[in-house]
């Protein structure tokens, strides 16, 4: 079965200083994985996807994440966070064949002035 | 063009009534996708739709909750007897198509209460 684990409900940084949200995964075959990003009253909106053809995905609003075979990992990173990146950060993968999408539990992002 | 609408909003019941909620999928998607957020958790998945028949159910918690599509056009998600913890927001998603690749756009929810 697949899965993944965001390692932190919740992570501060301040405006201007790099963003680290993390995420382990667990899948029986090679996964499709997303990160999505929620934020207040809005709905969900997808940041980038990894869908094997590169290891380091670009996203929007210069995320990126890099995903790591040996470390089960898909970490998604933000040089330089801004005030507007406050958010809840999904990380999901795809279930074998496509159809549902499985989350994690999700990771709040607060951005300090 | 439009993206996925959901009505109603917001969704306010009495424990034991019924209630329907709309999905209206993004023109010409023919996969559609329900799926549940509780209070602080991530969102389970209920059920999807390739055209208008159901190839993955799992999701669904009991047989009081069900879901229909017309063609590949409007879906309804019905709970019948809510239970208190039926609360959540629902939120429906369409894709191009099924597949693992296809990014899936979510609409905006409706949030449930059953008092």
Redesign the interface.
């Known amino acids: 079965a697949q899965s993944v684990t965001q390692l932190d409900s919740h992570v501060s940084v301040s405006e201007g200083t790099p963003v680290l949200l993390r995420c382990n995964y667990s899948s029986s075959y090679s996964p499709?994985l997303?990160w999505?990003v929620q934020h207040p009253n809005?709905?969900?909106?997808?940041l980038l996807?990894y869908?094997s053809a590169a290891t380091l995905v670009k996203g929007i609003n210069g995320f990126e994440a890099e995903f790591k075979k040996s470390e089960t990992s898909f970490h998604l990173t933000k040089p330089s966070a801004h005030m507007s990146d406050a958010a809840e950060y999904?990380c999901v993968v795809?279930?074998?064949?496509?159809?549902?999408?499985?989350?994690?539990?999700?990771t709040e992002l607060s951005v300090k002035p | 063009g439009a993206g996925v609408s959901q009505s109603p909003s917001n969704k306010v019941t009495e424990k034991g009534k019924d209630v329907e909620l709309r999905c209206d999928p993004i023109s010409g998607h023919t996969a559609l996708y329900w799926y549940r957020q509780r209070l602080g958790q991530g969102l389970e998945f209920l059920i999807y739709f390739q055209g208008n028949s159901a190839p993955d159910k799992s999701g669904l918690p009991s047989d009081r909750f069900s879901a229909e599509r017309t063609g590949e056009s409007v879906s309804t998600l019905t709970i019948q007897r809510t239970q208190q913890e039926d609360s959540a927001v629902y939120l429906c998603a369409s894709s191009y198509t099924r597949g693992p690749y296809n990014e899936q756009f979510f609409g905006p929810g409706t949030r449930l209460t059953v008092l």
């Open positions: 499709s997303f999505y809005k709905g969900l909106q997808l996807k869908t999904f795809s279930s074998l064949g496509g159809g549902k999408l499985i989350f994690g539990q999700g």
